[in-house]
């Protein structure tokens, strides 16, 4: 495809020697000085080898080695085999002639030097589906296997494994070839990547080919040959003296651990399991594998003797390396092709911008923007000559398949078209591209006192394709049954009243319902689901989200009043168009208002992630006209409120909205249920539309919201059951089939009402394995789980739910680390007085500075967790699921880990925690005043040899 094409061409006589050295040479200087490649998202290699007439290489200037490059294509690429083949061709062109041998060496050796540079096989591509440089590995390895390492070193840690699998599948291949030689155990070797080991036995297609095995493993072959495997550590030895591993920034440099991962990488160990069974948890995969014997001896045991010899002199940090672009001291691992392309640029023809000088126009804080004022004769600009690619460039911002689209913007595009008594616009009208943003764009002209032509084209202009604009949106995603396709059609598209409707007074409630139940529901980021009442409408979390069409229908209702003392009538309030706009208008205002009031706001919002308005005034017009048009007293406060929760969070934002979001808090936890008064019974009317109001937003700032109100009203009574309820029966559904789940939504219920049967719900007694991996939250952003209301449940059925969750398994507790775990934690020190609503987002230890500061979010970090921990174990958690927590997830948890030994409740761990967490755990214990003689004596007897050594050396003062 053109997108790939190469612009950077080396000249080569594939039949000269001297030719084939010099096109090398010419091919690793570019890879040096990186004009080899171009920046496309990530790089792309922009060479290809052409003869001295211009024509690229093909296969017949192989010579004698076409085979061999044919068969390295098929070998190295699984699609578009043909294209781009040049790179393959020079190398096999070169591997005719025996003298060119060191060239075709140094030149892969450069190739392996780019890709480790960047550890990143994305900055690899040749096109959408390969990876330069390949085939010209492969072909040196057929010509001789001790090359095979260069094959290895080349597959970088950060290998896409999911796209790039072609190369991958070459290692089984070797093995395949030539079994477990001393080549390819060296490959295993210089291979840094424990995941691309794996490929050396694995296939890349495990799900597809139903099993994992294609080939012996390593460790298969080393059991049975004790001289390899001597070969293999010496080997090891040699290669991390000489070449350290690669590794990603902010990874752990643990020698330990890295000879681990080559152990455990080397095949199908007899641990009890498949290692597909412990993805979750691989640290017990390799402490499994550290009790294994290989040639009579522990792992652990020569991990740790091997661990020794490596670091006796030197530090174990210089065994690891980050990439070159990878380094912390480089801001922008592009930089430099960013600065090329910006090189290209500056010298490509410069067409004269006759707007450039033109004063970029203020923003109104009013959605109803003030025209222009004219302008000056001697500073009109000439005409645009209009023609599809000019429209195309200009109203390009106007694509809904773009960003959100700003008041700003628009407003630029005015200056760009000039303001020439709307004329310009009126030619530009047969170019406009017809989606919504043209739609958006001209209503809001009609806000700017268009001159009668202007209002009449733009009046024709909607009479003519709004109508299929707006019932687009809709119909794309929205299945319905064929006896009502036609009339929802019908409804969506007609702009003249139809009399079998009009007569149908529910007709509106109808479309509306059938609307609401047949639309797609997104099943990827947002989930089906954001709220007991609000659908996740896939047309909504697409692109503009929708935005250019919210913003039509009430732009176009609003200026219908502007406009209906002009010459035309098209655009009156009772005019077919401006009906038809109210209708759709009335649609998602019913079906979705809280999006729909989301997308009117983020067009004038001052934050580009956040529906938040800076200027009161400018906010206070919007919510008024937004009430004009049907938006409630309840829908407006319900998003208030949750728009200020959010952006109050977000340091740089206006304080006001944190202000608001505290002093509602605060008037809603003063409500008095008891309160009959006339004024006592109108709040209490409020807070229960508000509370119908916020069904349709996010369930997790809405849990929020109500562990704010709990803080300082407990009594408040909030409608917390059915939504936990709803979020335990949802959350069950995601991991396993409706039956099933409604099935344990029934028993979980059962127990948590009377406390009895909780043995009877193990994953074990229910026979449902499953169970035990199972995650008590959702899998999808800004929704909730059963684990979320542990805080705001009564206190008899918390304690109930915590002991199930806590019994699923040593992941039982996993699921502290929500977000809501957190704002318990900052709502019960409001419930103890310590930290007022008014100061919650920038409170010192818990404020939203915590965001921009480490210190402040370990503090907190350490703070919650420990309040958590104490909570859980008051509540009868056992002791064993407190501390794999406190050690396997917890952040600093000495001090709760050193209470529980004081007390000997330190149960015995070796079926919990992993080696490496047991030598953590004893390191967390050192500051303990005494322990127990059970738990010095537990760690003593400890299997792990590692353990017992650190045991041996912090008790023996203690003896």
Known sequence: MAQFDKHVSIVVDPKSPQSITAALAEYRQRLQDGSALRLTMNLMLNVQFVKADGTVLTLDDAGDNRALVEQAIN???????????????????ALNLPELMPEVVETIEALVAFSRSRNDSNDLWLDDYNAFGVEAIYMLIETDAAYSSMLTRFLVPYWDTQTMTAPLCLLSGLVAKHGWTRDLIKAYVYCDSAEVRRYFYEDAFVEEQGCDAVQADLLSHLKSHHDDYLYFKSELIARLQSTPILQMPDEPSSVT????????????????????????????WNDRVKQQLICGVKVEDEITALAATLTETRDESTYFSVAE??????????????????????AAPVIEDQNADKPEPEVEPELVVEPEPEIEPEQELPA???????????????????????????????????????????????????????????????????????????????????????????????????????????????????????????????????????????????????????????????HDAGQRCMLTCLLLQSASRLTQCQSTDLLTPSSPVVQLAKRHWQLWLAIAPQRAINRIVKFKANYGLYAAIDDQGAEASLFDLLQQFGVTDSMLEAFTLMADQQVADYRPAAPRFAQRYAAKVMQYAD?????????????????????????????????????????????????????????????????????????????????????????????????????????????????????????????????????????????????????????????????????????????????????????????LDIAKQSWALNWLDNAGVPEAALVYFAVHEGYEQQQFVCKLAAENRLPDLQDWLTANERVQLLEMLQGAESLPEATTHSFLQDCSSAVKSLANKLFANRQ
């Open 75 to 93: 070998a190295c690429r699984f699609d578009e085999q043909h294209a781009f083949i040049t790179e393959p061709v020079v190398f096999a062109a």
């Open 325 to 346: 672009s990878q380094c912390g001291e480089v801001e922008d691992s592009y930089k430099s092709w960013r600065d090329l392309e910006a090189t290209e640029i500056a």
């Open 384 to 542: 645009i000559a209009w023609n599809e690619a000019t429209a195309r460039k200009i109203f390009s911002c106007l694509n809904p398949r773009t960003d959100l689209i700003t008041q700003s913007r628009l407003e630029h595009l005015n200056n760009e078209l000039g303001y020439r008594d709307g004329q310009e616009l009126i030619y530009a009208l047969p170019f406009m591209p017809l989606h919504l943003g043209s739609s958006t764009y001209l209503a809001l002209r009609l806000h700017q006192d268009p001159s009668d032509d202007e209002l009449t084209a733009i009046g024709q202009w909607f009479e003519q394709h709004i109508s299929q604009l707006l019932s687009d949106f809709v119909l794309k995603f929205c299945k319905v049954a064929d006896e009502d396709s036609e009339p929802l059609r019908q409804w969506l598209c007609a702009t003249e009243p139809d009399l079998e409707q009009t007569l149908a007074a529910d007709i509106d409630v109808k479309m509306i319902e059938l609307v609401r139940s047949r639309l797609a529901k997104d099943g990827g980021k947002s989930g089906p689901e954001i709220s007991a009442k609000q659908a996740a409408y896939w047309n909504l979390f697409t």
């Open 671 to 859: 409500l008095d249920p008891a309160d009959t008064s006339m004024i006592g019974r109108q709040q209490l009317k409020q807070f229960d539309a508000l509370l119908q109001a916020l069904e349709y937003c996010r369930e997790d700032q809405v849990l929020e919201f109500f562990q704010h109100l709990k803080a300082f009203n407990p009594e408040l009574e909030l409608p917390i059951m059915p939504m936990f309820e709803q979020a335990l029966l949802n959350t069950l559904k995601e991991g396993f089939d409706d039956a099933s789940a409604q099935t344990l939504y029934g028993k979980i219920m059962a127990y948590l009402a009377s406390g009895e049967g909780l043995d009877s719900l193990s994953p074990k007694a229910l026979n449902k394995p499953k169970l035990q991996g199972w995650n008590p939250y959702p899998m999808y952003r800004s929704k909730v789980g059963p684990a979320d209301f542990v805080w705001l449940l009564p206190p008899e059925m918390a304690q109930r739910l915590v002991l199930f969750l806590a019994q699923l398994g040593k992941r039982g507790l996993h699921w502290l680390g929500r977000s809501s775990m957190e704002e318990a934690y900052v709502a019960s020190r409001m419930q103890a007085g310590e930290i007022t609503m008014a100061d919650r987002w920038h409170h010192p230890e818990v404020g939203n500075e915590r965001h921009g500061d480490s210190d402040i979010r370990d503090v």
């Open 257 to 284: 651990q890295l000879l681990v991962e080559y152990y455990s990488s080397m095949g199908a160990w007899p641990v009890g399991c498949e290692r597909w069974e412990l993805e979750d948890e691989p640290d017990e």
